[in-house]
């Protein structure tokens, strides 16, 4: 789904100028979490219930931007899903940046995994029901599903005008990593793959699971060590690529000075 007024990405690229690369020569594409909800801070499963940022999570989106601005950072293109804690913090990068021109595009894939009936309750709560281990097991592993939302649930997506678009049959009552990974794959080779190869400079902000899916793609992260990968909020994750949109390197942009990834 894209913003009211914006053309899709591939009528976009057709008026962009010679591709872009970075100062090693590189195409590029930047990943940020979104700043920190309102569930964030109270521990709770936020799944795709449309919660806001905390005034910490303004904070970390501004510094977000300013992290880019200070490196000088241009950008022809930037998506985010369809909630608001990611669109808002795109919103407040792009100011940082003075870039708030810039075409914005909202797509469902890069929605946060969806945790099914634990949706709204804190983590202490879903522990002390099912056990510590079972909710490792839920939060980290690859394929295990949340039970799903009960039929006529007021937390199904359905219902919601946004996803009006999208089919019933693909909006989901919960989600493992791995069905997560489906939908930001299928983005990846449709919307970011294309765009990137055509030269634009990309910036995407998402969720810790779309990203972590999206991360899993591009470094080709076995399914048994997913878990051990996280990703912060707020901190600018930039990927290279080659001709083919192959990943060179990647770091974190965290002033004054960018370094390797530590979350793989």
Excluded at 200 to 225: F, W
Aim: net charge neutral; charged share 25%.
């Amino acid at each position: 789904m894209n913003m009211p007024g914006n053309s899709a990405p591939g009528d976009v690229s057709s008026g962009i100028r010679s591709p872009h690369t970075d100062r090693r020569g590189a195409l590029s594409l930047v990943l940020v979490r979104h700043g920190e909800s309102l569930w964030n801070r109270e521990h709770r499963f936020t799944g795709w219930t449309d919660v806001d940022l905390t005034t910490r999570g303004e904070q970390q989106a501004r510094r977000a931007g300013e992290a880019l601005a200070q490196e000088k950072w241009t950008f022809d293109l930037a998506f985010t899903s369809l909630l608001k804690r990611s669109i808002r913090s795109q919103w407040l990068m792009l100011e940082a940046l003075d870039q708030a021109w810039l075409p914005v595009f909202t797509d469902w894939r890069l929605n946060e995994r969806h945790y099914g009936d634990l949706t709204a309750h804190t983590h202490d709560e879903v522990i002390a029901l099912h056990g510590s281990q079972r909710v490792l097991e839920w939060r980290r592993s690859f394929r295990a599903r949340p039970h799903p939302l009960p039929e006529n649930d007021p937390r199904d997506p359905t219902g919601d005008r946004r996803y009006e678009r999208v089919g019933r049959a693909r909006l989901p009552r919960t989600e493992s990593l791995a069905d997560t990974t489906v939908r930001v794959c299928e983005f990846w080779e449709e919307m970011l793959k294309p765009s990137i190869r055509s030269g634009m400079r990309i910036l995407v902000c998402g969720h810790g699971n779309s990203l972590r899916a999206l991360v899993k793609v591009l470094d080709d992260i076995p399914d048994a060590e997913i878990a051990h990968l996280d990703i912060p909020n707020g901190i600018p994750l930039v990927y290279w690529f080659d001709a083919d949109v192959r990943p060179l390197g990647r770091c974190f942009l965290d002033l004054p000075h960018p370094a390797e990834s530590s979350i793989l």
